[in-house]
């Protein structure tokens, strides 16, 4: 039973997408199916949510909205309870799949109280091609199409006095004081109600207040002692539905179950509102087989007014006719759109519609095309003709924009305490517009400025004049035109921007702005002061000259100075002043030196960082201050790591040590770029180990003080492991591994031990680093590959083959002169033989 309730469910709300057209009370079937109109008996907690999406993936194909399927699922016996489950369980579902009502028509939300039972022909329904042609809009349209606008009666109000009471009209009587009572009757058909203990009163056709009357009266004739100690309330409770007819040109006409409170508007909205077709300002409502109203929807729009949106009743007609006369007003208007005309209205009427000109709007004439009788026309409408002009069927109105120029602007700029664009006055000059923009600035340059002036066919033209002779009067002032653009030049528009530069041995190298009667001291004060260990004697400093002979390569390209300042920077004996672009050099003191640290670590009895005291201190001096090696240490593998840092010397600036660190690292990166994810770790090893010097510390501990017994440098770092026993190979083998160290194991033992070579091994590129940092590379002999000698501690690395050439010719080039260089040595070896 449960799934037949879920079947008859889906047929009964799949049924109404195939466009079921109700009108005058006949039904047609679509497609041979009949609509059940019973669904009184389904429980919608059965419906699973895929039978749930499935309608409303039909509902969207039919172009209905959610509300609207509710709206009919109650209109054919579903609960209240019921269509509140259904539409929580909609909502649910479009929150998970993240979709929204697919249709344009109404969306008014469902309330038990009133139902609203649409049936309208889906063909009727306008669609907008998607790739047709951009129209204005119809003014007025959107008012029937946003879904924020819903026109729903009000019915939470207390019951108007002139409400007329019809069938299925419910009355609450409430009795109250020395009687007590309360019935909630509905009005039968005769339009009657049946007071218990009081009869039938008829309340048909008759307004709220009537009715109470007539039904105090009643209840004070029976022994209610109405007004004398006992009141009588009387309200309407739940109102009636009322059919209306909506005809015409509206998007879905046909037959339409309202409230009774319900008006013009709701009913319009319900339909769509008119159609392309439709009239906005004719729309007649008809009631016993007369139009008692016509409602203009413009009253509205333009002035909010409501008059004719009268309150419809049962069986009212609402007719829509064709619009008679429309016209199209675009361009530089606030509501550019399709205007409908009546007769007796204007063109300033219809721009009135619109809502006016926008600011930039040209409004002294107004473009119109009209239709003659067989082409198009143009007309000018002039402003004084807005209210005379009458607006013919098919008038297109093009308000064009003002143009981009202006009648008197004047533009000044540059060195003027005021730049800007200026009115264009009666005989404007040049000094009389610069008194304008106050004045001229100090750094005016006053033997020349210019005016851009525009020639008569809008080509510019460049004017110069003197700018001083002018505010002096001794040359002849210049008036000015319109679109005059003057520009006065700075002193220092025309120069390099005067700098000084100080380097060396201060706190904050660097350029700094110059300035007149500037001194060395006050330089380096910018500059941040000495730095540590700074000499403030022999300060030099550098000039440019602009007389050097380029005929003489022993011609002085530069001026040099040398200054002796206070250490403590008072203005003292040198008073040297600076010139533009000058460089100033600080040394720092002869005898200055800053510590240098080496570190030593690893098999040593004292490792640890250790200064270096003598110029000439040894890599055995510092193992011996370490307290010399320790029992388990492998004097083969002591190794020195020396960065780019401690070779070149800690340079102040930071610049060139600091590049040349960034180099390393790029390098680092590209080659670890360049390798497989197993050979990571190997390709970074690879690159470090360009800061290991290799040594022999072996034969540096039996020979101190010899050639290979290396002078220490500022962060040096000499290690000395334990004694090792794997050698590691990398690289492309089949298996990168550790390898126990063996003395009787060949280069190729090892490799063979981590798997062997793979199928890209260059085996002729093998080498082999050991633990003291040198490298030794495998050797070629004729055909045969001479492997360096392993020894504990040392990493074997196998580069992997370069990828093949397609240049077969070069090739076989190659192979034979290789064959002929072999043939060559054995011709010699046997002559030699002989």
């Not at 600091?658 to 390098?667: C, P």
């Not at 160290?741 to 060949?746: E, I, L, N, Q, R």
């Amino acid at each position: 039973m449960k799934q037949l309730k879920q079947l008859l469910f889906i047929i009964i709300l799949i049924g109404f997408t195939l466009s079921t057209v109700v009108v005058k009370g006949q039904t047609s079937s679509v497609g041979g199916q009949s609509i059940p109109q019973n669904l009184s008996n389904v429980n919608v907690s059965d419906l699973s949510d895929a039978q749930i999406r499935q309608m409303l993936q039909q509902a969207s194909a039919a172009n209905i909205s959610d509300n609207q399927l509710l709206q009919q699922a109650a209109s054919r016996g579903l609960p209240d309870d019921q269509v509140q489950a259904l539409q929580k369980r909609i909502a649910d579902i479009r929150s998970k799949d993240g979709t929204t009502s697919g249709s344009t028509g109404i969306d008014t939300a469902y309330r038990p109280s009133r139902r609203l039972n649409y049936i309208a022909d889906s063909d009727s329904v306008n669609r907008v091609k998607p790739n047709g042609p951009r129209k204005l809009a119809i003014f007025g349209a959107d008012l029937f199409r946003n879904s924020n606008m819903k026109f729903e009666p009000n019915l939470k109000i207390a019951t108007p006095i002139n409400y007329i009471i019809g069938p299925e009209d419910q009355l609450n009587i409430n009795v109250y004081g020395k009687s007590v009572a309360n019935w909630k009757l509905e009005v039968s058909p005769d339009g009657n109600i049946n007071v218990p203990g009081v009869g039938v009163i008829n309340v048909s056709g008759k307004t709220i207040e009537q009715a109470s009357a007539t039904i105090k009266s009643r209840l004070s004739a029976s022994n209610y002692a109405i007004g004398s100690g006992t009141s009588v309330q009387i309200g309407l409770g739940n109102i009636r539905s009322i059919k209306v007819i909506i005809a015409g040109q509206v998007t879905r006409p046909g037959s339409y179950t309202l409230p009774s409170l319900a008006t013009v508007f709701n009913a319009l909205y319900a339909a769509g509102g008119p159609n392309d077709k439709g009239s906005y300002r004719q729309i007649a409502i008809i009631r016993n087989n007369r139009i008692i109203r016509h409602l203009d929807v413009y009253d509205f729009l333009t002035k909010g007014e409501q008059k004719d949106n009268i309150t419809l009743e049962d069986q009212d007609i609402i007719q829509v006719p064709t619009y008679r006369t429309r016209v199209e007003l675009a361009g530089e208007v606030k509501i550019p759109a399709l205007f409908e005309v009546l007769p007796g209205e204007s063109l300033n009427d219809v721009i009135g519609f619109a809502g006016g000109f926008t600011d930039q709007a040209y409004t002294a004439r107004i473009k119109v095309i009209q239709i003659a009788d067989q082409q198009k026309r143009i007309t000018d409408v002039l402003e004084n003709d807005y209210k005379s002009y009458t607006p013919l069927r098919g008038d297109k109105y093009k308000v064009e924009k003002i143009l981009d120029r202006y009648e008197n602007r004047l533009v000044i700029t540059g060195a003027v305490f005021r730049p800007g664009e200026y009115e264009l006055q009666k005989g404007l000059t040049v000094s009389q517009l610069i008194a304008n923009a106050a004045g001229l600035k100090e750094d005016a340059f006053g033997g020349r400025g210019t005016i851009t002036r525009l020639n008569a066919d809008n080509s510019k033209a460049l004017i110069p004049f003197n700018i001083k002779e002018i505010l002096n009067k001794t040359a002849a002032d210049i008036p000015l035109q319109r679109e005059d653009s003057i520009h006065i030049v700075s002193i220092f528009d025309l120069r390099d921007k005067y700098q000084v530069t100080v380097k060396g041995e201060v706190r904050k190298q660097g350029i700094y702005a110059y300035a007149d009667s500037m001194t060395v001291e006050d330089l380096i004060i910018k500059g941040g002061g000495f730095a540590e260990g700074a000499s403030a004697k022999r300060i030099e400093v550098s000039r440019r000259v602009n007389n050097s002979d380029p005929m003489s390569k022993e011609s002085i390209v530069a001026q040099v100075f040398t200054v002796n300042v206070d250490a403590g920077l008072v203005e003292g004996e040198a008073n040297f002043r600076l010139h533009p672009f000058d460089i100033v050099s600080v040394y720092s003191l002869p005898g200055y030196e800053k510590q240098r640290v080496v570190r030593v670590q690893g098999e040593v009895l004292y490792p640890g960082y250790y200064t270096i005291q003598k110029k000439d201190e040894k890599v055995s001096d510092m193992i011996t201050r370490a307290g010399g090696l320790s029992a388990s240490a492998d004097v083969e593998g002591g190794t020195l790591k020396r960065s780019n840092i401690a070779i070149l010397g800690v340079d102040k600036n930071k610049a060139d040590t600091a590049e040349l660190e960034r180099d390393r690292r790029a390098q680092q990166d590209r080659l670890k770029k360049n390798y497989k994810d197993s050979t990571k770790a190997t390709a970074a090893d690879t690159v470090q180990r360009n800061n290991y010097v290799g040594i022999d510390l072996k034969k540096i501990l039996q020979q101190p003080g010899s050639s290979i017994d290396l002078l220490v440098e500022d962060g040096d770092e000499i290690r000395v492991p334990k004694e090792q026993q794997i050698v590691r190979v990398n690289g492309e083998v089949l298996y990168p591994s550790a390898v126990v160290y063996s003395g009787g194991k060949s280069f190729s033992d090892y490799v063979y031990n981590a798997g062997g070579y793979s199928p890209s091994a260059l085996k002729r590129g093998a080498y082999i680093v050991y633990p003291n940092g040198t490298v030794r590379a495998t050797r070629k002999f004729l055909f045969w590959n001479s492997h360096p000698d392993v020894r504990p501690g040392s990493e074997i690395y196998v580069p992997k083959k370069l990828p093949p050439r397609n240049d077969v010719g070069s090739q076989i080039i190659g192979y034979a002169t290789a064959l002929a260089s072999l043939g060559a040595i054995i011709f010699g070896i046997i002559s030699l033989n002989k």
